[in-house]
DNA sequence: AAGATACTGTGTAAAATTTACACCCTTAAA
DNA sequence: TTTAAGGGTGTAAATTTTACACAGTATCTT
């Protein structure tokens, strides 16, 4: 009886689709690709795991590589595993999404030579991408339109202070529709988690809006009392 | 530059989480393993994915050659990549579920050496499982449990026809709490892809309960529309 | 055949949530 | 001081959700 595992010659690999929203308008980040094959194409973030390092640690590393960012909170939402989605031989890809604010001082930049530059793409309108990126695009942004429903994953979109009109533009910009204001803010701030700042929007040429903050606390506490008070 | 992929001693499998529904409990489909590591042990249909087949394909043939299943509808739902989860080696594993009617005709037997044999059991009280299959398990069961309240997967655990009674009991064990007869019956109708039968259940020692079938076409019209007419 | 058992099948009112909708206010710039 | 641009607010109607109880019917028991 077999007792010893095969060996193939297949890799994984770390995908990533990693949202940002600036200008009232979302984008993602894309590389312009340094290596065979699909060189000098654009592509998702992604490169292959290490044999001793887990899938999530791998997708850290590998987004700080390819982009100069980390620390953002990655989650896996597919794995796409057709024969001949690489070129080169038997690849299978875990792609991970997150959500950042894109902020002018954090600086896009590789540090391998495999992307030879980093930068935010808006969604709309995305040229063709290396290998089966698009399709992963595609099913990344499925996946968040879903979880914005029911997970607080636009506050991480967001500067920390905003106002509710950026909010609301988000929340456009990722479900593509049109939201009621009053209609909307009444629920967001039912809800108990934004918390009301004694402070103003700035450098704006019309009145200033109220900034808001979202409560990490607590947004946990209400949602864990949904868990266990559950009829 | 590097063009080539590296080989590593690593591989993808596929584990399979299988639910099945009967007398009014949740089950889920258990194989005893016959081959190290974790022989005797209880575990989920698993298998390592062959060099030239898609996940999907491998996800198929591999219930089928531990179980002896085939032709469900299978999804995948998460990847587990955990460096040290296989005693083996590095071994990637794409969990994948499916909801069936467990029918007595279906007999249940591997076709390969690898399961001694393949048997339904309560999701309540699931023993230890080997590698880290009680957590798949876990990450697949609250899986279903979301996806319940917006596809149409229930159907796919009951018999062709079907009691109302006995699909208000099947919400209430994957939710597992208990639900209004009559509101429960009210918004399952008000649905309408219910089709009420001109006939009753038969060999129950009380009143028999009219029989109803899921209608995948009404359904389909339904869903469609609501994704068309979004506003 | 009478009674016990076990589940079927049904309606309504109150509460909560969602929806539609328009105008005056404030600030900065011209 | 006027204009431009977005800020901020309330209510009524419609819809959805929730809570709740009992008579009806088939079978089995004695």
């Given at each position: 009886?077999?007792?010893?595992?095969?060996?193939?010659?297949?890799?994984?690999?770390?995908?990533?689709?990693?949202?940002?929203?600036?200008?009232?308008?979302?984008?993602?980040?894309?590389?312009?690709?340094?290596?065979?094959?699909?060189?000098?194409?654009?592509?998702?973030?992604?490169?292959?795991?290490?044999?001793?390092?887990?899938?999530?640690?791998?997708?850290?590393?590998?987004?700080?590589?390819?982009?100069?960012?980390?620390?953002?909170?990655?989650?896996?939402?597919?794995?796409?595993?057709?024969?001949?989605?690489?070129p080169q031989g038997r690849v299978i890809t875990v792609a991970y999404y997150a959500l950042i604010r894109i902020?002018?001082?954090?600086?896009?930049?590789?540090?391998?030579?495999?992307?030879?530059?980093?930068?935010?793409?808006?969604?709309?309108?995305?040229?063709?991408?290396?290998?089966?990126?698009?399709?992963?695009?595609?099913?990344?942004?499925?996946?968040?339109?879903?979880?914005?429903?029911?997970?607080?994953?636009?506050?991480?979109?967001?500067?920390?202070?905003?106002?509710?009109?950026?909010?609301?533009?988000?929340?456009?910009?990722?479900?593509?529709?049109?939201?009621?204001?009053?209609?909307?803010?009444?629920?967001?701030?039912?809800?108990?988690?934004?918390?009301?700042?004694?402070?103003?929007?700035?450098?704006?040429?019309?009145?200033?809006?109220?900034?808001?903050?979202?409560?990490?606390?607590?947004?946990?506490?209400?949602?864990?009392?949904?868990?266990?008070?559950?009829?």
């Amino acid at each position: 009886m077999e007792t010893v595992l095969p060996t193939f010659n297949s890799v994984f690999s770390i995908d990533c689709v990693i949202f940002g929203f600036e200008a009232g308008e979302l984008k993602i980040l894309l590389i312009e690709r340094n290596q065979e094959p699909f060189k000098d194409w654009l592509a998702l973030p992604g490169y292959i795991v290490e044999q001793d390092e887990s899938i999530d640690d791998a997708a850290e590393r590998i987004l700080y590589e390819l982009t100069g960012l980390r620390d953002l909170h990655m989650q896996q939402f597919h794995t796409f595993g057709e024969v001949n989605r690489h070129p080169q031989g038997r690849v299978i890809t875990v792609a991970y999404y997150a959500l950042i604010r894109i902020n002018g001082q954090k600086e896009l930049r590789p540090v391998t030579q495999y992307a030879r530059k980093a930068f935010w793409h808006p969604v709309n309108e995305l040229p063709k991408l290396a290998f089966d990126h698009t399709e992963i695009f595609e099913t990344g942004f499925n996946k968040i339109r879903r979880r914005l429903n029911y997970q607080p994953i636009a506050f991480e979109l967001l500067p920390e202070k905003f106002t509710l009109t950026q909010l609301q533009s988000l929340y456009e910009a990722v479900l593509n529709k049109k939201l009621d204001k009053r209609n909307f803010r009444k629920k967001m701030l039912s809800y108990g988690f934004l918390k009301e700042l004694d402070e103003k929007q700035k450098g704006v040429s019309y009145r200033a809006a109220k900034l808001y903050k979202f409560d990490r606390r607590k947004y946990a506490k209400i949602f864990n009392n949904e868990l266990n008070l559950d009829k």
